[in-house]
């Protein structure tokens, strides 16, 4: 069960350009969202989060947007950078426990 | 900063050997918990610990699955009979809270892998 989709198994972008990633999911009792940012040969790192209930939340070049509505979370990378070229996963977690469900994850590949 | 740590970062084993993968979770961490990532696929959770039980587990964590807490440092997942479908990334995560604690939300805190194959 795709509880968690990223229907973009890759994307590139120009360097200094904004990158945006897309995820959606379809339990409507997810409540706190994440994304994870994956190296070759490395464990997820956490990036940013959002909870339910907010639309926005910002850190730096990064800033997640929820749309609860939708069902739908994006993730926005303004400037990209080189050193961003990685995989990036949404993750979500529901109310009823700990465990987080992930996409399959956007390969982001930042042209120089 | 402090991080979690697994190993070995590869075990290659035959079908029907019992492995065990090491973990050590970042120390004042409460919250233990194993994902795999089967090669393509997406992160899967297994299961998760906390005060020396199980709080939660996924379909795939069956009789042939079982973790440990040994002593006070490491968090252990043992595969007793492997099948050639459990060939794998496993990913050790911990937190310091409870994910939905009050009012404060906490993400998982992940270490680098232990690639199985089994052969």
Known sequence: ?112 | EPEVTQTPSHQVTQMGQEVILRCVPISNHLYFYWYRQILGQKVEFLVSFYNNEISEKSEIFDDQFSVERPDGSNFTLKIRSTKLEDSAMYFCASSDRDTHFVARYNEQFFGPGTRLTVL
């Open chain 1, 1 to 112: 069960d795709q509880q968690v989709k990223q229907n973009s198994p890759s994307l590139s972008v120009q360097e200094g350009r904004i990158s945006i990633l897309n995820c959606d999911y379809t339990n409507s009792m997810f409540d706190y969202f994440l994304w994870y940012k994956k190296y070759p040969a490395e464990g997820p790192t956490f990036l940013i989060s959002i909870s339910s209930i907010k639309d926005k939340n910002e850190d730096g070049r990064f800033t997640v947007f929820l749309n609860k509505s939708a069902k739908h979370l994006s993730l926005h990378i303004v400037p990209s950078q080189p050193g961003d070229s990685a995989v990036y996963f949404c993750a979500a977690s529901a109310n009823t426990g700990n465990q987080f469900y992930f996409g399959t994850g956007t390969s982001l590949t930042v042209i120089p």
